[in-house]
């Protein structure tokens, strides 16, 4: 069989392990369902091409099991179907109708909407299961399995899904390593196809060309699989910065610390990392509005991360990233934006290059991220990107060194995005007095109201020391004339410049 050649003479590890993986599905349908009751929902599009001839080589190989025969596929006996739309692309009906005829599919041409047709058809005939080309990060994926029975409200079947776990690099690694026909829009810079209504080329994929009619690359050219969708209309939206450096710019910013670790919480590791983090941020003007350390649960992280975004321009979280049990970080900030962990390839090949052999499995944990918002900043002295989600910045740091190295490099990758002011060092002096409290803190108050772009701290090292205030901000004259308006309240010598 063509298929099932082609893939064993590659040398694509990835795409072997996927590919048996799905074969494994296939066959496993086949064993609990007769081929009258199941069928295969087929639409033209990449993963739907990539699951036909997925099922031609596991039927093929499920027959070449119980009967131990060498022939050839000349027809492909599973039912499938097509639901014909009026907004679908003539390329993709002409590619579906080719497909059918030069592999011998018999096709069930449904002209109602999904779940109309569907009912209908599986009232008129036996079938129990649908072998369905959905993936991790579409839409209808959400609490899919490889086999899940349909939602409550649809006629009963089980939904088969072979390459639910399979991401936009494997679609293509597949059908090029195949050499497998596909409909002619993806040589056109269609990246996903919907309906004519909702579908342009992938701008990503656009050729700079001195002819007046825009070009672009094939699909399989788009290097961040995670923008598969950037050609759908309705998403198609313009990336921005979270925070607004322009409205933001004289605003106080406000940030929340997360650290997450049962070591920490039962005193075994001593937590370095939220004091450096609260030192650098109040260095560049953010106040911290609170710090926090969680235990090893999703469902903790979740609320906390929560809560946190809603009301902070940023949150930083550390702790409990990578592959063992008790690294829940990352899907606690998937729950906590409504959305799953789903696998990353361009994060993966990093992983890859940074772990080897260790990241060739069927589902590399340490590579799934939350879908959908998750953004990668790159630097050149990280051996793997920060990740961001939304407002939520997830360090992989495990000291202040390395905590150290991914802060200065956040910072410049903030101010080469042109939002300088977010990261500009502010300048700072301290006073150190005897003066009590009482006396004290009717001027200071006053003061406050005076400068309001001034941060004023007051602490005492001991409850009998003497009182320091801390003078923070952007310029350096504002702060001199502040401690200038503070010392005319009081005698000469009242404070002690400790700057």
Not at 212 to 228: I, N, Q, T, V, W
Not at 407 to 412: F, G, R, S
Request: proline residues 4%; aromatic residues 8%; charged residues 25%.
């Amino acid at each position: 069989m063509e298929i099932d050649k082609a893939i064993g003479e590659s040398e694509d590890k990835r795409l072997k392990t996927k590919y048996n993986n799905a074969i494994f599905v296939i066959k496993r349908a086949l064993s609990l369902y007769s081929i009258e009751e199941v069928a295969f929902s087929f639409n033209g599009g990449k993963d739907s091409t990539v699951l036909l001839h997925l099922l031609r080589a596991g039927y093929f190989l499920h027959k070449k099991e119980l009967s131990c025969s060498n022939g050839g596929l000349s027809d492909f006996p599973v039912r499938t179907i097509y639901f014909e739309s009026p907004s679908a692309f003539t390329e993709i009906n002409s590619f579906t109708y080719d497909a059918a005829q030069t592999y011998g599919i018999q096709l069930d041409i449904i002209r109602q909407d999904f779940k109309s047709g569907l009912e209908a058809l599986l009232k008129a005939n036996p079938i129990r299961a649908i072998f369905l080309g959905v993936r991790i990060g579409d839409p209808t994926a959400v609490g899919q399995e490889q086999f899940s029975p349909s939602s409550p409200g649809w006629p009963p079947f089980m939904r088969v899904n072979p390459i639910l776990d399979w991401s936009y690099r494997d679609v293509w690694a597949f059908l090029l390593t195949c050499k497998v026909k596909y409909c002619s829009l993806y040589d056109q810079g269609y990246t996903s196809i919907g309906s004519i209504h909702d579908t342009v080329p992938n701008a990503l994929l656009s050729v700079n060309d001195t002819s007046s009619k825009e070009k672009f690359k094939p699909a399989y050219l788009l290097s961040d699989g995670r923008l598969e969708r950037a050609g759908r209309v309705k998403k198609n939206a313009s990336i921005k910065n979270e925070v607004d450096s322009d409205s933001q710019k004289h605003e106080v910013l406000l940030a929340s610390v997360i650290a997450v670790g049962d070591e920490i919480l039962s005193g075994t590791v001593e937590d370095q990392l939220g004091l450096y983090l609260c030192k650098k941020l109040t260095s560049v003007g953010w106040s911290v509005q609170q710090t926090s350390v969680l235990r090893n649960d999703i469902d903790s992280v979740s609320e906390e991360v929560d809560r946190q975004r809603s009301i902070c321009d940023m949150v930083f979280i550390y702790g409990g990233v990578g592959p063992l049990h008790s690294d829940v970080t990352l899907a606690g900030v998937a729950k906590a934006f409504g959305v799953r962990l789903a696998p990353d390839e361009e994060f993966e090949e990093y992983l890859r290059h940074l772990i080897g052999e260790q990241c060739t499995g069927d589902r590399n944990e340490m590579a799934q991220l939350p879908e959908e918002i998750t953004e990668l900043l790159h630097h050149e002295k990280l051996s793997v990107p920060l990740i961001k989600c939304r407002n939520v910045i997830v360090l992989a740091a495990t000291n202040t060194e390395e905590l150290e190295k991914e802060w200065e490099c956040l910072t410049e990758l903030i101010k080469l995005g042109g939002s300088t002011s977010l990261m500009e060092l502010y300048t700072s002096r301290r006073l150190m007095t005897s003066l009590t409290d009482v006396e004290f803190a009717e001027p200071l108050s006053k003061l406050g109201l005076e400068f309001p772009d001034i941060y004023l701290g007051c602490y005492r090292k001991s409850r009998q020391g003497p009182i320091i205030i801390s003078l923070k901000g952007k310029d350096n004259a504002r702060i001199d004339s502040a401690v200038q308006v503070l010392c005319k309240k009081f005698k000469e010598g009242v404070f002690v410049d400790m700057t």
